[in-house]
């Protein structure tokens, strides 16, 4: 296997249209995942993870069982109008979290019936979310994986809670593998590709999706 260094410059030189968006629980390498594609394809554009760009306008977001409808309920508009900024198919971004995101984030809240976030709050998020993929070509999906264990990430801002992260992660596994909330088109929406792994196999695998997509 060849270093992580020479793999971008390998697939630097290709050049790949396409609206993805990554998609999953959190401190599972997402955030590291989307700087590696736009290291590998400066033509990209990176949307920034909504919940960075939200507290950057002075937006105090809480998570966990502290998340309310205004906390989940901005940051999926946020990133639904960020979202349909790219209704061009020729777009060529990344984005950092989809819309699905906070349907899942939210049904983890209403779980727990901590805040005013409950079930009916969740399903109101559905339309505007499913509505929302059109403009995306590509959802992919980073699940918690036997496979690749990932340690859990102190980055000083999201809560240290593995079973937080894993509550959350088994929300997302139901929506995209058993269709829970049917909020995935069934017709004219993204593709689904779950990845895990190494940085450059992941990569890879991303690599061959695209072009499969393309053909």
């Known amino acids: 296997m060849f270093p992580f260094n020479q793999f971008v410059i390998f697939v630097v030189h290709q050049f790949i249209d396409m ?4 998609s999953g629980s959190h401190s599972l390498g997402k955030s590291t995942f989307v700087k590696d594609w736009i290291a590998a394809h400066p033509s990209y554009k990176r949307e920034e993870e909504p919940y960075r760009s939200l ?10 069982q502290e998340s309310n409808r205004l906390h989940n309920g901005i940051q999926l508009f946020y990133s639904i109008s960020r979202v349909n900024a790219y209704a061009e198919s020729t777009s060529n971004v990344i984005f950092d979290r989809s819309p699905v995101d906070y349907i899942a984030y939210s049904q983890y809240t209403a779980d727990h019936a901590t805040t005013d976030i409950d ?38 801002i999201r809560p240290i809670d593995i079973a937080y992260r894993d509550e959350v992660d088994a929300v997302f596994k139901q929506i995209y593998r058993d269709q829970r909330f049917d909020v995935m088109p ?14 450059e196999e ?6 061959a999706a695209v072009s499969s997509h393309q053909t």
């Not at 609206?19 to 990554?22: G, K, L, M, P, Y």
């Not at 507290?55 to 966990?64: K, L, P, S, T, V």
């Not at 929302?132 to 980055?155: G, H, K, R, T, Y």
Request: no cysteine.
């Open 19 to 22: 609206r993805i968006a990554v």
């Open 55 to 64: 507290a950057g306008q002075g937006y105090d977001i809480r998570f966990r």
């Open 119 to 156: 079930d009916e709050f969740v399903k109101m998020m559905v339309q505007s979310a499913r509505d929302s993929l059109a403009n995306l070509d590509l959802i992919v999906f980073i699940p918690i994986s036997e496979q690749w264990p990932i340690e859990m990430e102190d980055d000083g």
């Open 186 to 199: 069934r017709t004219g929406g993204p593709a689904l590709l779950e990845l895990w792994g190494p940085r």
């Open 202 to 207: 992941r990569l890879q695998r991303l690599e």
